[in-house]
């Protein structure tokens, strides 16, 4: 085997360990996951949801795509 070889195959491997690495902080956080996958569910109800709520429905999608937007800041900071 070739020093070149060897390199590689070390990036490589130091790659997928690193991935696997994210992964696992990413997934080890399950009540954000949780919040975010129900936060999710709500904005598709609201946006199913009759339009005339006197302005309340849309504001409120606002509201939820802002905690969406949150909740997945928290969880890339959680996984640094």
Known sequence: MTKSTRLMLIAAGVAMVASFA???????????????????????DLEAAM??????????????DQAIAEVQAGIVAGAN
């Open 22 to 44: 994210a992964g696992f902080a990413l997934a080890a956080q399950p009540h954000m996951q949780a919040a975010l996958k129900a936060l999710r569910y709500s904005k598709a």
């Open 51 to 64: 339009p005339d709520k006197a302005g309340h429905r849309v504001k409120a999608i606002g509201l939820v």
